[in-house]
């Protein structure tokens, strides 16, 4: 006898969001050769490997046995102490208790979920956003409602007057999701105005906000400065917003430490569930960027990375406007690791990925990053991770794609 | 204006299940010199710390990019193959798209939980029980339904009037969570005949058995074989069976690397949910992990630990002889990492703790274990992490803490 598992599955586990930018990853994996545009990966070659290969080293000589034991949910001690220098060199002040150390700010952003959501209860989301973010909350069986963005940010008027539509129809609207900094897919740096009236509207309505900020640091210096990144957490003082953040961009992913600040209540809460989700982040990662800040692996790195990111931007524009010329339009990024570009009409980034695969270049599509709406003219490119000639190569296969994509399909014989 | 956070939490985030073993490791952390027989720790005296950091050292060499960054969230492709060689060896045979690399086994329980769980549905236990897993499904929000065990392992009869109970109220029971090798707390090996008729149990009421086993390779071979310890899901021909182990024991609980196995359907949808959880288990962890199972420092642990861990429990039960003679009771466990004591008639393990704590030792009362029951007459025990020293001493305080639990409160002046 076979057994019919689907029979088994939860509402939730039959319903879950399929991650686009995890399949893309897969897809990659399939096809030989094929260059990615569609990752969002730190590149490795800004990795501080002799520090981390120094103090995975000194860690393991065995003078210290907690290094591979479990430890404390909440997150290694000096850790958490060394994450709240962090925050304060970012403005944002907190006590020891409103810190969890988590598994990679992925990681964060469940735990959120998993202390705040119940089935029904109305997230926002700026929109396009994370796709990361919209299975977190589709999951958590949330309704996931979108707000448009211009180039400012998310648009304050639409935010209200979706709320009062929503309040008006009996929903409980439970918080606002934003990554005001460099946000991905679209790169967007959201303006000061738009910070503070997002602060305004979440004490308003008496809702949280929730500011996912992995990419703040990594602002380009021909065009961003500090102050454009202040981090809305840094001017709340009714403790409406969850911070979340990560070392993954500045340190390296495949450690997976993150973390997140919650007024205590909520952490307390948060620290509860990750109890029983994981018991601790690995111990020997937390150790590790533990000492990588310690040592000053990465105050050093960041003037480093910004440089190194903002002349990967630089090579992929020049890229795309000798591929291209005026085919593509987007705002160039100030910061972090995207482009978000707007396909000529009439083509859409489906018909477009077709074409690319056929090539050997993958992208993520707009779609992706939408919630309910069926926008198809945009694609997200990311210069992070590409050397400059597989960006240059990867383009120019792109390029083709596009006209590939433009023509009509050959009659019939 | 402060923000009253907790109209914030939803109904699961609310009613979140606390560890007691977690909060015996805060209380250990707050009193100093306290000796723990409360931990469920590996001895990190056994920890392969050479081998380790030499693989570390090899891994961060920086010749190898894709060690610090994102990977698939099934895991590390050569790790899961390795995994493969892990089961057959324990005579389960299945294909790669039945493991999932988990961060822990606590994690594959969670997962478990999310995919299988809706609000309501019954997970019959052993009881008493891991009281991770018990977290796991109230925070689940199931309804955790505890059957009595006797020496053999959980009572068939009780388990069939259960089933039969819940099924005439027209509750859905969706499984079994069972750990047949060395419990947690019980330190019970199951016989084969009650691991057979779990399985037929499971086939004939349609359910799903959740098997979950760090310790089975921690036998004591002064009494126990390996094939006492055959998985039950080395016979399920059905697919009735979730298995769940882990690296935690054998080689370091730091590195947070278990894996599940999971019939192809379930197994994917594990897989869907675990990418918005936290994309992938630690990276650097997996890869460290895999080179511990190539080059053979986890094979060639086996037997050491097998041995060490076995003269720990003889310490332990020759200090409990010596200090308590027969006002304790256990049998005496077979493997693994805990010994499970029946205190004296008109003794309570929360009393106990209280005269324990002041004398600077702490367990794990046996309450603790137990769904819903309110039994106070055993307390857990770990061999596994003191020195022989410290457990001496330990037992020591423990048996003042019993005498001083015994004596009538002295009479008020």
Tied chains: 1, 2.
Excluded at 11 to 34: E, K, N, Y
Excluded at 74 to 93: C, K, N, Q, T
Excluded at 250 to 277: F, H, M, N, S, Y
Aim: charged fraction near 25%.
């Amino acid at each position: 006898m076979t057994t019919d598992h689907r029979q088994f599955l939860s509402r939730g586990g039959a319903h879950l969001h399929q991650s686009a930018i995890r399949r893309m990853g897969t897809l990659a994996a399939r096809v030989p050769d094929v260059i990615t545009l569609a990752a969002g990966f730190p590149d490795p070659a800004t990795f501080a490997w002799t520090d981390l290969r120094d103090i995975a080293g000194d860690l393991l000589a065995g003078t210290d046995a907690s290094v591979l034991q479990y430890g404390p949910t909440r997150g290694y001690g000096p850790l958490v102490e060394a994450v709240r220098g962090v925050l304060d060199s970012r403005h944002i002040h907190v006590a020891p208790d409103e810190i969890v150390v988590t598994s990679g700010s992925q990681q964060g952003l469940d735990l959120v979920a998993r202390v705040l959501l119940d089935p029904g209860d109305v997230v926002l989301v700026e929109e396009p956003t994370y796709t990361g973010a919209i299975s977190v909350f589709v999951n958590a069986q949330a309704d996931v409602v979108g707000v448009p963005q211009d180039e400012e940010g998310v648009d304050l008027d639409a935010l209200e007057a979706t709320t009062r539509r929503l309040r008006a129809e009996g929903r409980r609207i439970k918080c606002f999701y934003v990554v005001p900094n460099f946000q991905n897919p679209t790169g967007l740096l959201i303006s000061p105005a738009r910070r503070c009236g997002l602060l305004e509207w979440a004490a308003r309505h008496d809702v949280l906000l929730i500011e996912d900020d992995p990419y703040g640091v990594l602002r380009f210096e021909d065009s961003a400065v500090e102050a454009d990144t202040r981090a809305i957490r840094a001017d709340d003082g009714e403790g409406r917003v969850l911070y979340l953040s990560t070392f993954s961009k500045t340190l390296a992913p495949g450690l997976r430490v993150g973390w997140l600040v919650a007024p205590p209540v909520l952490a307390e809460r948060i620290d509860t569930a990750k109890q029983a989700i994981d018991l601790s982040t690995g111990v020997l990662d937390q150790r590790v960027v533990y000492e990588a800040l310690r040592r000053g692996v990465i105050e050093r790195a960041l003037p480093r990375l910004r440089q190194h990111y903002r002349a990967k931007r630089d090579v992929m524009e020049q890229c795309l406007h000798e591929s291209f010329g005026d085919q593509l339009r987007w705002r160039s990024p100030r910061g972090g690791f995207f482009l978000w570009a707007t396909l000529p009409p009439g083509l859409s980034d489906e018909g477009l990925l077709e074409h690319a695969v056929a090539r050997k270049v993958i992208f993520v599509t707009g779609r992706a990053f939408f919630v309910h709406e069926d926008v198809h003219d945009h694609i997200r490119i990311g210069f992070s991770t590409p050397t400059p000639e597989r960006m240059r190569e990867g383009v120019r296969r792109l390029a083709d794609a596009l006209i590939a994509a433009r023509e009509p399909p050959a009659a019939q014989p």
